[in-house]
């Protein structure tokens, strides 16, 4: 078969996998998990890979799985991915009553996703002309949250790093990998786009802090305590006084939680716990913010009389697409889509842990529309299926065949414009660079 009629019999075959892609993203939907804890997401998924014919890796860091197809191949390996772990959103009315667990996030729809170019691939029999391998890969906890969970699995040596993509890439599973593909769904239409080939992306370091006062009794003896939950209003607003040296460009973004605010209220509370997250578009930015929010941390301790402990986690590095993966996705995406719905790029300041992949190797973190509310808020629903499950199918397993047909021509020119903007070997030195442990 030609390049041609290969994308015809996958784009055909899509429609007749159409109900098998969407009953397994609402199977996922019902049963929402948050990272590290996707164990029958991992297990659903993983016996749908092994339903098409293919062998499956369970467990590759924590939870997760991963197909492997056209093993036998010499060419080019590219990954199609998706994630599977939910958000936590108590608000939404289909959350899990009990844990708030919620795919409010749309990973049920990139896993579904993922299946599909899998299944039309395999279905259409097209994977068999193709010149190079191709993994398919669901992988856990991509959301930065639940941290004392992670920690917790961190310090019974399960895992090194607390995002899914950033372990598997520490652990080497992407060693043997040429480029990575996924979509991620947004309420893009809601702006007139259907779809978008890149995003931006901002990088984080998370931060945990510990405020130590001196407890004492809040109404007969205030003057005998040191109050820790004053140490970090002192902080937080200190912070705030530091956006106006923030530079336009860098994008930087400084947002937290109070984890624990103290135990009784007529007690002066002598413990509190802020949960940090510095975002910014560069690494050199992150690196500039997270030291003036240290000298916040700093500042508040010395003002109170107490203490402050500080324990930064790298978290994510800011995103740096392929425009030359892009480019091919964007010919596939103008098959379904008027031009004028297609957005060049999409500027996103939020942050994907696949934005660290993109440090060493190519990748298309592809943007999807057919959904509407703000992702992670209880607004968030599905509207067209077409755009959110189906099309992206079509769009991405078109693009395979673009880059693993005729020789793997599209792969290898891939590779060969890539410029990594550092080594895997580099990635590693820096974000381990970014971990620290303060006092104050």
């Known amino acids: 078969m030609d390049r041609e009629q290969m994308?015809?019999?996958v784009i055909a075959q899509v429609d007749k996998d159409r109900e098998a892609i969407l009953a397994l993203g609402a199977e996922i939907y019902k049963h929402p998990e948050t990272g590290y804890r996707e164990v029958r997401t991992t297990e659903t998924v993983a016996k749908a890979l092994e339903e098409l014919g293919l062998p499956v890796d369970r467990g590759i860091a924590v939870t997760g799985c991963r197909a492997h197809a056209n093993t036998e191949k010499d060419g080019p390996k590219v990954v199609v991915m998706g994630e599977l772990d939910s958000v936590v959103c108590p608000n939404h009315p289909d959350c899990d009553p009990q844990t708030g667990a919620m795919h409010a996030c749309g990973h049920n729809i990139q896993v579904s996703v993922m299946y599909g170019v899998a299944a039309a691939l395999i279905h259409s029999g097209v994977i068999g002309e193709l010149d190079g391998k191709l993994d398919f890969m669901a992988v856990p906890a991509e959301e930065y949250i639940e941290m004392d969970y992670r920690k917790s699995l961190r310090d019974q040596g399960k895992l090194h790093f607390y995002g899914g993509k950033v372990e598997l890439a520490y652990k080497g599973?992407?060693?043997?990998?040429?480029?990575?593909?996924?979509?991620?769904?947004?309420?893009?239409?809601?702006?007139?786009?259907?779809?978008?080939?890149?995003?931006?992306?901002?990088?984080?370091?998370?931060?945990k802090t510990h405020f130590l006062g001196k407890q004492a009794h809040a109404g007969a003896a205030p003057w005998d305590g040191v109050n820790a939950l004053n140490m970090a209003t002192i902080a937080i607003n200190s912070m705030h006084a530091q956006r106006e040296t923030f530079r336009e460009r860098d994008y930087v973004r400084i947002h937290q939680i109070i984890n624990r605010g103290g135990?009784?209220?007529?007690?002066?509370?002598?413990d509190v716990e802020l949960e940090t997250t510095i975002r910014a578009r560069t690494l050199e930015g992150m690196k500039a913010a997270n030291e003036k929010v240290n000298r916040c941390i700093q500042g508040a301790a010395i003002a109170m009389g107490g203490h402050a402990t500080v324990e930064d986690s790298v978290g994510y590095l800011p995103m740096y697409p392929d425009r030359t993966m892009a480019a091919f996705f964007t010919e596939n995406a103008k098959r379904f889509y008027p031009e004028e719905t297609i957005l060049p790029c999409m500027d996103s300041t939020g942050s994907f842990d696949i934005g660290d992949l993109s440090h060493f190797m190519p990748i298309l973190h592809c943007i999807t529309s057919g959904v509407t509310g703000g992702l992670h808020s209880a607004d968030y629903r599905v509207v067209d299926v077409e755009d959110a499950f189906i099309t992206p199918v079509k769009m991405l397993a078109c693009t395979v065949i673009d880059l693993l047909c005729d020789g793997a021509a599209g792969a290898k020119e891939v590779k060969a414009n890539f410029k990594p903007v550092m080594t895997k070997a580099e990635y590693i030195e820096t974000i381990l660079g970014l971990e620290q442990k303060l006092e104050y």
Do not use: Q
């Open 7 to 9: 994308k015809a019999k």
């Open 173 to 207: 599973a992407f060693d043997d990998v040429d480029m990575i593909m996924m979509a991620h769904n947004f309420p893009i239409s809601e702006e007139g786009y259907k779809v978008s080939p890149m995003t931006t992306g901002n990088g984080f370091i998370g931060k």
């Open 263 to 270: 135990d009784i209220v007529n007690a002066v509370p002598d």
